[in-house]
Every structure is written in C-alpha cells, then in structure tokens.
C-alpha cells in the first residue's frame, strides 16, 4: 500500500499558523509583483475564483467578501514545508518528497496502517497547525485518488484507505478523467473524444489499447487503476536538468541599462541556486518578452543561447555571460514585460571537467569560491540581494512589487512571533 500524503490549501494554512484570526476567513496568495492567484483558502475556491486568474479581474469580489491577500512568502512556505516532510520521514520506513505539500510514503510492512495515517496526521497538525490529507491505495495513481477522496470529506484533515474492487469503482466512477493523476489537457480531450468520461471506463479500457494510443505511459496508466503497481516509489530525485529564474516586471522597461540590472540580478540569483544544489552550467539561455496582453502594443520577443569555455557557478561569469547575450537580442523602441535566464545541461561539482590549455585550474579559483559562499551566507541571513555586484543596480525600481508580505515567522529572529501573558 502506498499513501500520498497532501497538505491542505498549503499557502494559505502556513499564514493561518501565524495568524488564527483568519482561521475561517477567506485568504488568497499572489504571486511576485502581486499579480495573479496561485493559492486559495477553501472560502476563496467556494466564491469560484479560479487559479492564476489576474487579481485586479477578481479584487472586487475579494474586497466584497473581506478576504485577506498576501504576496507570496516563499521563505515560510519552503521552511515550514521542510518541517513537515521532517516529522513524516521519522515516522514512515520510506517517502519520496514529490511537492513542496506531498510526499508518497511507503507503508509496506506496516501492519495496522489505519492507525499509523492517523497518527501522522495527528502529529503534523499538533506539532505545525497544517491540515494534511492522507490517501492509501496499492498504487501511486491509487493513493492519488484516495486523496482526492479524502479532501471531499471536510475542511479539516482527513483520512480516505482505499481497498476493495467495489470501493476503487465507486471512487473512480465519481471522477471524470481529466481529474486522474497523469492526464492533461490534450490527454483528456482525446479520451473524451473516444467516449471514456470516467476514471472507472478509464480503468476498464484494454491497457494494449492505450498502449497504441498513449505510448506505454497509457498503459502503465491503466494498469495502476488495476491496482498493479508501475510506477515505484523514489528514495532519490532524478537530477535537475535545467534551472530557471525568470519574473514579470510591474511597469515596461524600456531602457537597456535598466534591463541590464534585471538580467544580472538574475545571473546572481542563478548562481545562488546552482551553488545551493552543487551544481554548474556551461549553457545559459537569455529570454526577453513585451507583453502579449497589451494587443495595442508593439511586440517583441527573442532568446539566445551561450555556450561557455568551462562549467561555471560563480556570479562574476554568469553575470557577464547573461548581461552580453541581452545586448545580442534588446532592441529599442519596447516596453519590455519579462526576463530571464535558465542554466540547462547541468553537471555535479564532482564530474570529470576536461579544461582547454587556458583555462584556470578549480584550485586556482578557490578564493572566489570562498567569496561566493560568503555572499551566499549573507544573503542568507540578511534577505536575498543584500549584498549583490555592482552591475544589479542600486536599489533597481523593477524589483519585486509584493505589498502584503507576512513576516519570515520561522527564518528571521525580528519577525519571531511574540507571546504576551497577562
């Protein structure tokens, strides 16, 4: 059996830690620049506002209903996140970490696995205050379903253990196919087509039929709603293969200096990521965009690709590298609505790494290392962008326009909560 373990309403749940007057309040998250809804509180889905939809589209029915908004608070998400999956890996023989709010959990072994999910549920809400669901089936795909069960139950945490040929059909009979794990939009759209509606007409279709019209990831489908296991449980993340850093800007930037500073704070903030998770690139992608929204607007969108001498982590190259492939592709006369830059074909710090004839040796660039790991330290402790190169501006107007952010409660000592006992 395995469970997929699912924090509820995630953003949301992680504010209301903080702050319990907002227990049955309606709350709503924005993303950077505080533009679009990427998180909902049960209160704000029941109103229908869908997700990403743009807040200024749906502020009015926000204000009418006296929900709370927040910018995005990464920095409490990713910490309180790191928490939970802390109590649930002392507490199951194996997990596989698959969100920032899930995790599949191995229950293989466990005898009485009713009150083990309980238990787990219990402890996480005790010890953190989120509300977690947990669902149990003899599959990935199962336990997915399982949740999805166990989330219709209420608002608070809750447990759905699902067992038996007539309990897999009832559960999946309620389920259209597009709400299955694993199937998008154009997935669905062709199974609609071929009068497949449901999850259970989906589990009763000849997987070698799927198989000609899906690839075997149709069939491997099929045979997870049948309760045969396909997809096993990871104890290990496949590596990444790229990392991107790339936003929207509140107001057009029309100046190439001014767009000069983004993409260089980017680099950095790329560096920090790749410093981070031991890795180095040696192909980074510079990508630039008006705004396809603005119909009246002139439009323009480009990207290039350098490809460097050597593998690279620090800020210095990266910096240099993104800031004169931007000069290749900026032209005058657009406003300019997004940035970024991705690092992709990814190598550990520990590869083999075959340098040409001028190249610096790694042990001859230990002491920018050095730097670059104390910056990160600084960052780290006093906010990202504290300390950066010269190039990222001062005090650049395009950063980020969050105006409701919730203090870093569990990461920065002045934002610690205070208790007064009277």
């Not at 830690?17 to 924005?30: E, K, S, Y």
């Not at 096993?232 to 029309?254: A, G, H, N, T, Y």
Request: net charge positive.
């Amino acid at each position: 059996m395995i469970g997929l373990l699912d924090a509820n309403n995630f953003y949301a749940s992680c504010e209301r830690v903080f702050r319990p007057d907002l227990m049955h309040q309606p709350i709503a998250i924005l993303s950077n620049n505080d533009g679009c809804i990427i998180a909902r509180s049960h209160e704000v889905k029941a109103l229908g506002i869908p997700m990403g939809a743009p807040y200024f589209q749906v502020k009015k029915i926000l204000d009418q209903h006296r929900a709370v908004v927040f910018s995005s608070n990464f920095s409490l998400y990713g910490d309180m996140s790191c928490r939970m999956m802390t109590l649930l890996d002392a507490l199951v023989p194996r997990m596989e970490i698959y969100s920032i709010d899930e995790s599949f959990v191995d229950f293989s072994g466990i005898k009485d696995i009713s009150k083990l999910v309980h238990h787990i549920k219990n402890h996480i809400w005790y010890s953190l205050g989120i509300p977690i669901s947990i669902g149990v089936g003899e599959t990935k795909t199962l336990a997915k379903v399982a949740n999805q069960v166990a989330k219709r139950k209420g608002k608070g945490p809750s447990v759905h253990i699902l067992k038996g040929e007539s309990a897999i059909d009832e559960a999946l009979q309620n389920l259209t196919v597009r709400d299955i794990w694993g199937i998008g939009r154009r997935m669905s759209e062709r199974l609609l087509g071929f009068g497949i509606y449901t999850g259970l007409q989906l589990k009763q279709v000849d997987p070698r039929w799927m198989r000609r019209q899906f690839t075997v990831m149709g069939e491997r489908l099929v045979q997870e709603l049948n309760g045969i296991s396909c997809l096993s449980l990871e104890d290990v993340r496949d590596p990444k293969k790229s990392i991107q850093v790339s936003r929207s800007f509140r107001s057009p930037i029309r100046e190439l200096e001014d767009l000069r500073s983004v993409v260089a704070s980017y680099a950095m903030r790329l560096g920090e990521k790749l410093r981070s998770d031991g890795l180095r690139t040696k192909n980074i992608m510079v990508h630039i965009r008006t705004n396809i929204f603005q119909k009246n607007s002139p439009q323009y969108r480009n990207h290039t690709v350098v490809t460097l001498p050597n593998p690279v982590e620090d800020d210095i190259n990266l910096v240099k590298a993104c800031t004169r492939a931007l000069e290749d592709i900026f032209k005058e006369g657009f406003g300019y609505h997004k940035a970024g830059v991705m690092a992709f074909d990814l190598l550990s710090q520990e590869d083999n790494v075959q340098f040409d004839l001028f190249s610096s040796l790694p042990t001859e660039d230990q002491g920018r290392k050095e730097l670059f790991q104390a910056l990160d330290s600084l960052n780290k402790r006093y906010g990202s962008g504290t300390v950066s190169l010269a190039a990222c501006g001062n005090k650049p107007r395009w950063r980020d326009g969050k105006k409701n952010v919730s203090p870093a409660y569990t990461t920065r000592w002045k934002d610690l909560p205070k208790v007064f006992a009277k």
